[in-house]
């Protein structure tokens, strides 16, 4: 029977649905993070009587016909990209980014990756880097007497130098915007890089056109709602359940057609 198949790709579906909801839970306070959606198709039909076929010799045509479906299948996990709750930390290098962006990210291997983490911090050069070590942006480096840290909104950084009253340039932040940033692909470590699906990354100053701003102090938490993601995981585990129950009565069916003597 084709109904075992049916059911059997809808608990596959709902297996990886689970999953997609367990990830986002698990991440719900992971800076930067952005929950996914697990997105579902119909598969192929079988035609047993196709519509607008000739019923009779007279003209008249089948105005609905008859089809069955074969199951479901995964199409995406398509990743939300609203703004997050923000945490005040009080921490000079703690950079949440206000609407539209991405912080630029040099990995060791020279690619360049883009976060929604501004958790950064000086490493033993003076560099502002990530908790891994990574360069942010281009190289901002940060003398070892500078204090009175300051990024303003529109990611300049500066600093008081030494004995100076008078505040130094430091750097200024750019942030990355992307056509599609869905399309953007996690590598994990709060990580993603640049995509065929994304579009090429369009760099400017935070604050310009389509760019958000940057806070100091703050992190941007994950976009994840707990009540949310419960409810969904409750629906997904129900509509497994409802699939197995399928499997069960057309065991019992092919069971009882067995046994005919």
């Known amino acids: 029977m084709n109904a075992l198949q049916i059911a059997a790709s809808g608990m596959q579906a709902q297996e990886v649905n689970v999953e997609v909801l367990s990830n986002n839970i698990a991440n719900m306070r992971t800076t930067g993070f952005k929950r996914q959606r697990a997105e579902f198709a119909d598969l192929l039909y079988q035609n047993l009587r196709r519509m607008g076929t000739d019923s009779s010799d007279t003209g008249t045509v089948v105005p609905t016909g008859s089809q069955v479906g074969s199951g479901v299948r995964l199409t995406a996990t398509a990743r939300i990209m609203s703004q997050g709750s923000l945490l005040a930390t009080q921490k000079p290098l703690d950079l949440a980014i206000l609407g539209e962006g991405f912080f630029r990210i040099q990995l060791p291997d020279g690619r360049t990756a883009y976060t929604r983490d501004g958790s950064f911090e000086r490493s033993a050069t003076g560099m502002l880097v990530t908790v891994d070590g990574y360069t942010v942006g281009q190289g901002i480096a940060i003398p070892p007497n500078a204090r009175d840290i300051t990024v303003n909104a529109q990611g300049l950084i500066q600093a008081m130098v030494g004995n100076s009253t008078t505040a130094t340039t430091l750097g200024r932040l750019e942030l990355a915007t992307f056509v599609n940033a869905p399309g953007l692909?996690?590598?994990?470590?709060?990580?993603?890089?640049?995509?065929?699906?994304?579009?090429?990354?369009?760099?400017?100053?935070?604050?310009?056109?389509?760019?958000?701003?940057?806070?100091?102090?703050?992190?941007?938490?994950?976009?994840?709602?707990?009540?949310?993601?419960?409810?969904?995981?409750?629906?997904?585990?129900?509509?497994?359940?409802?699939?197995?129950?399928?499997?069960k009565a057309v065991d019992e069916m092919l069971s009882s057609t067995a046994n005919i003597r």
């Open 185 to 247: 692909e996690a590598i994990g470590n709060n990580l993603m890089l640049e995509t065929a699906a994304s579009g090429p990354a369009q760099i400017a100053n935070p604050g310009d056109p389509g760019l958000g701003t940057i806070l100091q102090g703050n992190l941007e938490m994950s976009n994840v709602n707990p009540v949310s993601e419960i409810s969904e995981l409750i629906a997904a585990q129900r509509a497994y359940e409802m699939n197995s129950r399928v499997i």
